[in-house]
């Protein structure tokens, strides 16, 4: 089996924690398939697209460029599954074939946590509160600026959650 060295998505690099590059074999066509285990801040950037440029190097040095459809998956792990239709399988050799009547497909989440792809890249998520506070304390807020109070925040929940 083949495995990937790169990903690039519109020529950005993207770091991959585990991948896996195949080609699936249905009845009516052959699909290259790529799914990649990628951090949260990753997903969202992409998820709303249905196409991206991609360009794959493989350990072996070839390099693999298509404009590929994208499927987010939902649950586990934070990833992206890739595929475009291709017309000769024999043109990627080396890769995996899968059909569709095969029980498994490869598994790509084995030996990866949540945790360890925050620790490489933890994602930011705005956040609306509703405090009942003395109007002095209110005044003081007004007065911050938005900077100074996430790190205010972040600091305090940092010592609590230790």
């Not at 290259?32 to 440029?53: A, G, H, M, P």
């Not at 360009?55 to 586990?76: A, C, F, N, Q, Y």
């Not at 497909?105 to 949540?114: A, K, R, V």
Request: net charge negative; proline share 4%.
């Amino acid at each position: 089996m083949v495995s990937v060295r790169s990903v690039k998505v519109d020529g950005e690099s993207i770091y991959i924690f585990n991948s896996a590059i195949y080609i699936f074999e249905s009845s009516m066509c052959y699909t290259l398939q790529l799914d990649v285990i990628v951090s949260e801040v990753v997903v969202n950037r992409y998820k709303t697209e249905e196409q991206l440029i991609i360009e794959v190097e493989l350990e072996d040095g070839r390099i693999i460029s298509s404009i590929m459809h994208l499927k987010t998956v939902p649950g586990g792990l934070p990833q992206l599954n890739l595929f475009c239709d291709i017309e000769d399988p024999d043109e990627y050799s080396g890769l995996d074939i899968v059909s569709e009547s095969d029980s498994e497909f490869p598994d790509i989440e084995t030996g990866i946590t949540l945790e360890d792809i925050r620790k490489v890249e933890m994602p930011n998520e705005k956040v609306t509160l509703k405090l009942n506070l003395p109007i002095n304390q209110v005044e003081w807020l007004k007065n911050q600026k938005a900077r100074d109070l996430n790190a205010i925040i972040k600091e305090l929940l940092e010592s609590h959650l230790r």
